[in-house]
Structure formats: C-alpha cells, structure tokens
C-alpha cells in the first residue's frame, strides 16, 4: 500500500509539473523542474529499496 501511494504522489506531481511547463514553456522553468523530477524520483527509488532490518 505505500508503494503505492508513493507512486500515486509521483504521478500527481509529474502531472501537476507537466502543466505547468506546458502552460509556461520558459527554459529555465523546464531546468528546474526537471531538476525537481529527478530529485523526487531518486528519492522515492532510495526509499523503495531501502533494506528493512
């Protein structure tokens, strides 16, 4: 179940992103909300395949 929701905030979040790129096409925007994305995504793998003791 928290696989899941964490993958349902990602997707919210991709989409809500998504949005607003489409909506504001400005390069430096597109810059950091990739950074964003990566930073978010990065994290959420580290946090799925953490080893549970």
Request: with cysteine; aromatic share 12%.
């Amino acid at each position: 179940m928290q696989k899941f929701l964490g993958i349902f905030a990602f997707a919210v979040l991709l989409g809500f992103l998504g949005i607003l790129v489409i909506h504001v096409p400005r390069l430096d925007l597109i810059a950091v909300i990739s950074i964003t994305v990566l930073l978010a995504g990065w994290d959420m793998v580290l946090t799925f395949c953490e080893k549970k003791d």
